[in-house]
């Protein structure tokens, strides 16, 4: 058999190398280090803090220095700055000539109510008017034969004057000459003295004819001119029962069906012209104080922002909202439709060169007091004055500097905690 090696085999004593043992305590040292370096600031925070929130459930925002442009931004409604609304003059049948969603020039025919009666009202007083125009020629007529025979009675009057002269004169050479006694001279005289007295009668007579007749015919003329006023009336009330467009646009929505009977000032029909649009917009009415005619505006659609200023404001509040109309600058988007959607955005003021953060809901959670300042890791509660907001930010008047971090997420989860550490 083959003996083994069993007998010739040694054990060798493995002696371990110094340095290298070293070497594994210093590394394990300087791993403690770090390790305590990094646990221990954690740990000095969480014995120091209140509690404790994990940075990935936070959101955390810069105070800076800049500009805040104060502003709303509410939905609003395209509407037709001139919506008129037609109705109806009288009583009557209306006859539409028309449809919803037509197109319409200004002073078309739309419509037309059927009134027999004031038809029939229309021709009596036109019957009327024509009678009296007839009177007024005839009464100007026996005006003119009046006055020829006043002054064919004046007429007469000075030649019989003027021979009665005529005949004083050749008396009073008859009874110088001794030919005629002065009884007879007398009585020429006296011939004289009545002839003048029928001129001047007759005068008189003429002026006051001539007056009477003037002041008849002015009255018919003033009836004439009455009568003429109603015909022309009643004319421009036939003349309403044509309901005429009052401006190019569009029909936008039928009231009352074909050959359908209305009343008096019932509507009919409406017209909106698309080429004068506006957003109406309804606020809220934390801002009614603040909102004024003439603020600018921005128009937001699917595409681009548009400019746009405030036009009207209502001095109501309605169910706690503020009514009001936005009017569109040199440009508006193409295609609007009545009652379309659109975004708006209301510039009210601007604050220059203040201290401003990102808006969050941290404004809400300590009513606008209080903020948490992250310094060293631990969020701190600190006393804050909020200024004006705007939709993306909120000036800070005080508690805070320019670089300081501010959690702008809701803060209700640290349970009003003076210190938070942050992990």
């Keep these: ?205 003429m002026k006051l004819d001539v007056e009477s007749l003037a002041f008849e015919l002015k009255s018919k003329r003033l009836a004439l001119d009455r009568q003429r006023l109603l015909a022309e009336d009643l004319q421009r009330q036939v003349e309403e029962l044509k309901v005429r467009s009052p401006v190019d646009g569009q029909v936008g929505q039928l009231i009352v069906q074909q050959r359908a009977n209305v009343a008096a000032n019932a509507p009919i029909l409406t017209v909106v012209d698309l080429s004068a649009l506006e957003i109406e917009i309804k606020v809220p009415e934390v801002f009614a104080h603040d909102l004024g005619i003439g603020m600018a505006a921005e128009i937001r659609d699917s595409s681009a922002t548009y400019g746009g200023t405030i036009s009207a404001v209502s001095p109501q509040v309605i169910d706690g909202q503020v009514s009001g109309r936005i009017r569109f600058g040199e440009k508006k988007p193409a295609g609007l439709r009545q009652n379309q959607r659109l975004t708006t955005r209301i510039l009210m003021d601007e604050h220059p060169d203040v201290l401003m953060v990102e808006r969050g809901p941290f404004v809400d959670s300590g009513a606008g007091r209080v903020a948490y300042v992250i310094r060293d890791g631990v969020a701190e509660r600190t006393p804050i004055e909020l200024g004006a907001t705007s939709l993306n930010a909120v000036e800070i008047i005080s508690g805070v500097k320019e670089g300081d971090r501010i959690v702008i997420s809701g803060t209700d989860q640290f349970n009003g905690a003076q210190r938070v550490a942050i992990n």
């Design 1 to 205: 058999m083959i003996r083994d090696t069993s007998a010739q085999d040694r054990q060798i004593k493995h002696e371990p190398q110094r340095g290298k043992r070293w070497l594994k305590l210093g590394i394990g040292a300087v791993v403690l280090i770090v390790l305590l370096a990094l646990i221990v600031p954690t740990a000095a925070r969480l014995f120091s803090s209140d509690s404790s929130a994990s940075m990935s459930r936070l959101r955390i925002a810069e105070v800076k220095r800049g500009t805040l442009t104060r502003d709303v931004s509410v939905q609003g409604s395209v509407v037709a700055a001139v919506s008129p609304t037609l109705y109806a003059a009288s009583a009557g049948t209306v006859i539409l000539d028309i449809n919803a969603g037509d197109k319409v020039q200004k002073d078309q025919v739309l419509a037309e109510v059927v009134s027999p009666e004031l038809s029939n009202r229309l021709q009596q007083e036109q019957a009327t008017r024509e009678s009296l125009e007839i009177d007024v020629q005839r009464a100007s007529l026996d005006h003119r034969k009046q006055q020829l025979a006043a002054k064919k009675l004046l007429d007469q009057a000075m030649i019989d004057r003027q021979t009665a002269k005529r005949e004083v004169e050749r008396t009073q050479r008859a009874f110088d000459a001794g030919a005629m006694s002065e009884m007879d001279l007398l009585r020429t005289r006296d011939a004289l003295a009545k002839a003048d007295i029928t001129v001047a009668n007759a005068e008189a007579d």
